[in-house]
Nanobody, 127 residues
Framework: QVQLVESGGELVQVGASLRLSCAAS???????LAWWRQAPGKAREWLAV????????DYTDSVKGRFTISRDNTKNTAFLQMDSLRPEDTAVYSC?????????????????????WGRGTQVIVSS
């Protein structure tokens, strides 16, 4: 099991940008990585996923065009660049990893598809 630790969350104003980081305890070159968030009183929401080569990315509609997922396998780290932040982006943001030994497809929006999760980092967007 890969251990993941998120960082970078903080209190920002509307329209600001943040870059979240997700540090892994071991090599993540054979893992798809994803970012999720959970706002107070709401269900956990899938945001973005990136394959192990970083060549394929996908996003949920609510963040498409504003958020960018990336990774640096040499540093065992994933990132989520967030731009044009809105109050509704306020949430705890978590990263997750899914091992893909043969590059098989999986349901990226299914939480149970991910075997490793970080505890999350809080992002607050104030108007």
């Amino acid at each position: 099991q890969v251990q993941l630790v998120e960082s970078g969350g903080e209190l920002v104003q509307v329209g600001a940008s943040l870059r979240l980081s997700c540090a892994a305890s071991e090599r993540i070159s054979e893992h798809a990585l994803a970012w999720w968030r959970q706002a107070p009183g709401k269900a956990r929401e899938w945001l973005a996923v990136i394959n192990w080569r970083g060549s394929i990315r996908d996003y949920t509609d609510s963040v498409k065009g504003r958020f960018t997922i990336s990774r640096d396998n040499t540093k065992n780290t994933a990132f989520l660049q967030m731009d044009s932040l809105r109050p509704e982006d306020t949430a705890v943001y978590s990263c997750a990893a899914h091992r893909t030994p043969c590059g098989e497809g999986f349901d990226v929006a299914e939480a149970q598809a991910y075997e490793s999760w970080g505890r999350g980092t809080q992002v607050i967007v104030s108007s």
